[in-house]
T-cell receptor, first 113, second 115 residues
Framework: GNSVTQMEGPVTLSEEAFLTINCTYTATGYPSLFWYVQYPGEGLQLLLKATKADDKGSNKGFEATYRKETTSFHLEKGSVQVSDSAVYFCALNRVAAGNKLTFGGGTRVLVKP | DAGVIQSPRHEVTEMGQEVTLRCKPISGHDYLFWYRQTMMRGLELLIYFNNNVPIDDSGMPEDRFSAKMPNASFSTLKIQPSEPRDSAVYFC?????????????FGQGTRLTVV
């Protein structure tokens, strides 16, 4: 079946530091890959996505590249801010699986001033 | 569009009581999902609908849980009777039909506490 594995947190950083959150997946066929972000007390918001191999998703300074050869979709940001403190979820879906999202366990990121 | 709307935002109930969570998906979306989030188990898919029809309810924990979608603009998740271990945040999400996979849009969630 489909599965997503992401690094466990919490990840604690200083402002302006470089952030990487690793995500690898297992899936048959050609899934789409997503990063969602959850701020305290809120629902999940789409951060970025990539629908095919070698695509790069980007938003708000975050980037992730769909790597089929390594089945990975690592999230990166060059200079984090305190406002980036949140829980980040890697996810995939496939049309053949009813478009339902399979999530990783989430990674809590805390950025200190 | 106002996005996915869930109600109530918070619910506190006593063990044994019936609880009903409500969701209004984004207009025009064909898929509706119910997820549960807990510290121990993370995000779990409970059930999802396509065009108001339940497609996969294998994530529903037990018979105490039921979900309905009587029309394209409304869905409910019911727990009867509720138990303390049902305490969690319940999210509803919807997504449009597309040739390729599309993302799901989440509501703000309902925080359920069963005492």
């Amino acid at each position: 079946g489909n599965s997503v594995t992401q690094m466990e947190g919490p990840v604690t950083l200083s402002e302006e530091a470089f952030l990487t959150i690793n995500c690898t997946y297992t899936a048959t066929g050609y899934p789409s890959l997503f990063w969602y972000v959850q701020y305290p007390g809120e629902g999940l918001q789409l951060l970025l996505k990539a629908t095919k191999a070698d695509d790069k998703g980007s938003n708000k300074g975050f980037e992730a590249t769909y790597r089929k050869e390594t089945t990975s979709f690592h999230l990166e940001k060059g200079s984090v801010q305190v406002s980036d403190s949140a829980v980040y979820f890697c996810a995939l879906n496939r049309v053949a699986a009813g478009n339902k999202l399979t999530f990783g366990g989430g990674t809590r990121v805390l950025v200190k001033p | 569009d106002a996005g996915v709307i869930q109600s109530p935002r918070h619910e506190v109930t006593e063990m044994g009581q019936e609880v009903t969570l409500r969701c209004k998906p984004i207009s025009g979306h064909d898929y509706l999902f119910w997820y549960r989030q807990t510290m121990m188990r993370g995000l779990e898919l409970l059930i999802y609908f396509n065009n108001n029809v339940p497609i996969d309810d294998s994530g529903m924990p037990e018979d105490r849980f039921s979900a309905k979608m009587p029309n394209a603009s409304f869905s409910t998740l019911k727990i009867q009777p509720s138990e303390p271990r049902d305490s969690a945040v319940y999210f509803c999400a919807s997504s449009p039909r597309g040739e390729r996979q599309t993302e799901a849009f989440f509501g703000q969630g309902t925080r359920l506490t069963v005492v």
